[in-house]
């Protein structure tokens, strides 16, 4: 069964652009890789560029000449559903207010978990819920609260 997350990055203008995951949104699986690989704001909005992943992986593109596919990808590559399933005419990327009930939004769309990436590193926190922004921190090999 698919833990379904959402990574997104905070705008300037303090709106929220981010996708959706499908696969290990927990915080050993899609936190884990976010911390260890995406921890610049260039990389994240790469990877939001891409549009709703399957799955999360250290690397957003194939090294050249490696064959990656939906149905067969490449170890360590980001799996994508427009790149490579072909679904849709452009990716999925949701742009929102952040005082507009986007974790609300995000619950709705069956996420459990969220992961936005700001001026100050990547916080988290559960899907639906109002509380504060958690700090992904690692403790030993774990992203934790």
Not at 77 to 89: L, M
Not at 98 to 103: K, S
Not at 125 to 140: C, D, E, F, I, N
């Amino acid at each position: 069964m698919a833990t379904r997350s959402i990574v997104a990055i905070e705008n300037e203008n303090g709106t929220v652009t981010g996708v959706y995951c499908h696969w290990d949104g927990y915080l050993k699986g899609v936190g884990q890789i976010l911390l260890d690989h995406y921890d610049a704001a260039a990389k994240v909005r790469r990877l939001i560029a891409g549009g709703a992943l399957s799955s999360l992986a250290p690397a957003i593109d194939p090294p050249d000449g490696v064959p990656h596919s939906f149905a067969a990808p490449a170890d360590g590559v980001c799996v994508f559903y427009h790149r490579d399933r072909g679904d849709g005419p452009r990716p999925e990327v949701m742009e929102q207010d952040t005082r507009g009930g986007w974790g609300e939004r995000c619950r709705g769309m069956g996420a459990e978990f969220l992961y936005l990436f700001t001026s100050r590193g990547w916080r988290w926190k559960p899907a639906g819920t109002r509380g504060p922004w958690r700090v992904l921190r690692r403790a030993g090999a774990v992203a934790t609260a």
